[in-house]
């Protein structure tokens, strides 16, 4: 089982055939994703060969979705352009759009993550390295040859840090491990992927990797608390971060007592949470809790 994606969905790419497009796309097709077409409206019916695979080029999400069947898009073009490429997509009825792309404007952000939820389309993202079932598909950046499938489930704020515990867990594995984004606003929560994980059978344990700022992880804590049965390990980030400046994330700041990795990890521990201080020990906390079941 898995979240969110799986060895049955169908991926589109939005900006294929641009460099970075081009690039992961060749990496999704090698991991085993069913990439099943790119969009750009001026190169539609043209084809583009990955290692010999053919994928064509559709003018839309919806043609792609009617030619294909696509149920997945990842969102790979410029911040001028994604709020349109979202739009686009849920215009199109697509269940799952995977924004990549950093540096968008919160303002757009705001603007298509709602029109997203009104029409039925959950993103993930923006500014996040997507997520991947091992074994099964990837649909975004995340490297697909340093962990296999397994039984924990991973949600992060962060992409190297998801990189990092999935390597630090790799003889472990993974069910699906979900990079949400480190922005302000971002489509998919924390809250959002503990449920899922809660309701998947093959997910015996969630990995949670916050950071500085905002209150997501104090609002995942108190979901913890009333409906989360399985075992949770949590990560923040930016103990050591000077307040008053944004670390790498836009979202990442820290204003007087707000958003402090100390009041995170406090509100998790509450909750029943075991917290790490760094990644090693984060996997650590994983490997005792695993095997004393």
Do not use: W
């Amino acid at each position: 089982m898995a979240i969110h994606l799986t060895k049955e969905s169908k991926v589109l790419v939005q900006g294929m055939t641009g460099s970075q497009g081009m690039r992961h796309t060749r990496r999704m097709l090698a991991a085993g994703t069913n990439v099943v077409g790119g969009v750009n409206p001026r190169k539609a019916g043209q084809t583009v060969d990955f290692d010999g695979q053919t994928v064509p080029v559709f003018g839309s999400v919806a043609d792609g979705m009617r030619s294909t069947g696509a149920d997945v898009t990842v969102v790979f073009v410029p911040p001028a352009f994604a709020k349109a490429a979202v739009i686009e997509a849920a215009d199109a009825g697509i269940p799952l759009a995977v924004v990549i792309t950093e540096g968008i404007p919160v303002h757009d952000t705001v603007a298509f993550t709602a029109y997203a939820r009104r029409n039925g389309t959950r993103i993930i993202g923006p500014n996040c390295p997507g997520l991947i079932t091992p074994g099964q598909s990837n649909a975004g950046i995340i490297p697909a040859d340093i962990t296999k499938p397994g039984p924990v489930g991973l949600v992060s704020k962060s992409g190297t840090l998801t990189y990092q515990l999935m390597y630090e867990l790799r003889d472990i594995g993974f069910s699906t491990c979900v990079g949400i984004g480190g922005d302000p606003v971002v489509g998919t929560s924390h809250i959002d992927c503990l449920a899922a994980f809660q309701d998947d059978p093959d997910t015996e344990l969630v990995v949670l990797i916050g950071e500085i700022g905002g209150d997501a992880e104090e609002r995942a804590a108190a979901y913890i608390r009333d409906h989360v049965t399985k075992p949770v390990v949590g990560y923040i980030a930016g103990f050591t971060a000077p307040e008053g400046r944004t670390m790498g994330h836009a979202g990442a700041i820290v204003s007087g007592s707000t958003g402090t990795a100390r009041a995170k990890q406090e509100a998790l521990e509450a909750a029943g949470v075991r917290v790490g201080r760094t990644p090693t020990e984060t996997a650590r906390l994983v490997l005792d809790i695993l095997h004393a079941d």
